[in-house]
């Protein structure tokens, strides 16, 4: 039997293959390998990003395993770090997350590539939170972050009828951030996430801290919640080596050597 979940390194980045015929649905132990991957991530001063995929062609997840479901575990069941899909509800991940969405996201499986900080999707995906169609509703993130990223009316419609949109139909909305070929998905992800990871890695870590700090906020309260709070990777940021570090590689015409600290 195949592990459900493979991870691999390549240099700053990890990636995290979803491997379960046929649908790459997630069930509880699924979630807690996922939220291990998630967690290596969070704690190795190596890493600065992570790309989240899946196996085959047709799906990337189709979320919540209802065969599970079937059989008795509950929605509420322990999960591990992470919540569904070990990044859901990583409320304290430090690092971003690429998800590389190879082909259908339904349900969860939507939730997760709602979860990652940028999407980059084969052309031929399709994504449809489509909870409501069973009696059930989103809310491993679906309902919540939906209607942040997208039009209020769009995302109430995709919720609402549990219709499918594809990743070109979202990328006009800014929720994806590329549409490629199948056969150019790990490519591209590979090439955004060593973009990311050619940046501070304290950098990458205060975007995300000041992010999570200030959503919903007004300019003015994230301001203030930016300067007052307690944000420690923020704070220590310009007087951090690698501010130094990367200065002084600019001024000489060279790349920069981060260390993270």
């Not at 979940?5 to 240099?11: D, E, I, L």
């Not at 998800?99 to 052309?123: Q, S």
Request: overall charge negative; hydrophobic content about 45%; charged content about 25%.
């Amino acid at each position: 039997m195949t592990e459900p979940v493979k991870v691999t390194r390549s240099g700053r980045i990890l990636e995290i293959n979803l491997d379960r015929p046929k649908a790459n649905a997630i069930d509880a132990s699924t979630s807690s390998l996922m939220g291990a991957a998630f967690q290596r991530l969070q704690e190795d001063d190596g890493l600065s990003v992570a790309i989240v995929t899946a196996v085959g062609e047709r799906f990337f997840s189709a979320g919540w395993d209802l065969k599970a479901a079937a059989e008795g575990e509950a929605p509420d069941a322990d999960q591990g770090i992470g919540g569904f899909a070990g990044l859901t509800e990583y409320w304290d991940l430090k690092k971003p997350v690429i998800a590389a969405v190879n082909g259908m996201a339904l349900g969860g499986g939507f939730e997760l590539a709602l979860a990652a900080d940028m999407i980059v999707a084969a052309d031929h995906a399709e994504f449809a939170l489509t909870e409501a169609s069973i009696g059930l509703i989103a809310d491993a993130g679906g309902v919540i972050r939906l209607p942040r990223r997208l039009p209020r009316a769009v995302a109430m419609e995709m919720m609402m009828t549990g219709r499918r949109a594809g990743s070109r139909e979202l990328a006009r909305w800014g929720l994806v951030n590329e549409v490629v070929p199948i056969d150019d998905l790990m490519t591209a992800a590979r090439e955004l996430a060593e973009r990311v990871a050619a940046c501070a890695p304290l950098s990458l870590q205060a975007i995300k801290e000041i992010d999570s700090a200030t959503v919903g906020a007004g300019e003015q309260d994230a301001f203030r919640i930016m300067r007052q709070h307690d944000l420690p990777v923020y704070r220590c940021v310009y007087d951090s080596e690698d501010a130094n570090e990367g200065m002084a590689a600019l001024a000489e015409k060279r790349e920069p050597n981060w260390r993270g600290r």
